[in-house]
């Protein structure tokens, strides 16, 4: 019988390194996928997960073990894009004129009828991921968890340590840049 | 151009987005090896952080024993030097007038 989630834990904590690996092996798939979501390139991807797992395996005496591990990993993951999203702010202040032909196509489309630009097109999920490399990280974060995610408040404050009036006015700072943010992609392309 | 209704669309667009879980191939090994290489490593450190400690306090005990010795006031002179001393101190014994004799 395979040893379970908190005898691992128990193991590595008594100096088993070894009962680390069934745990990588077992969450990577879900720190990847939350990693994906916040870097672009693979080699960075690979970067934010290893450091969630380092990170992980140093502060394994501070999971109580009240919550499940998978909560307690991914609050850390989440954490992780966000110090890579701050150590990472170049590029942003950039224009919109590299958006490629079907973006573009997609753009006018939803000027002309907006009923009928398809939101599952890989144009305008390009697009999304255009905008959100343009918003502040404390943005980008909140219109992920919140928007995307579709997380609750007290999620978000949970999983990022802030407090629930901060997450409040940081949503509503986000919204308004990412408002922002379309208004000038949008006057580059049609004004 | 209604910009809330863009903004809705693209949301929807990113929700669509079904994540990518897909892991590179022994990526857990490569992680258990750093593991590995940071144990080892953590074991210099340890080793390399002591002495420099050990160090540093040995240069903290010299300076201190160096300023209160240089701050220390002098005792007065007795007008006799070291050697003077160490003579008076060897030839004590010889020096002592011999009682036993009648």
Known sequence: MEPSEAELIAAVLKGDSASFEPLVVKYSPRVFATARRYARRESEIED???EVWLKAFDKLKTFRGEAPFEHWLMRMAVRTCYDFLRGHQRNRVSSFSEISEPEEDWLERFVAEPGNAAEDADAAKLLIDRVLEKLSPEARLVIQLLEIEDRSVKEIAEITGWSVPLVKV????????MRKILARMTQDKYL | ?????????????ARLKAPDERVPYAF????MAQLAARAGADDWVFWSRGLWRAAASCVAVALLL??????????PDSGKDLSQDFENTLLASADLPD???P
């Open chain 2, 28 to 31: 857990e090994k490569r992680v």
């Open chain 1, 48 to 50: 934010i997960v290893q």
């Open chain 1, 170 to 177: 940081r949503a509503f700072r986000a919204r308004g840049e």
């Open chain 2, 66 to 75: 160096g300023a209160v010795s240089l701050f220390q006031p002098k005792a």
């Open chain 2, 99 to 101: 009682n036993s004799t």
């Open chain 2, 1 to 13: 151009m209604s910009l809330p209704e863009l903004q809705k669309k693209l949301v929807a667009a």
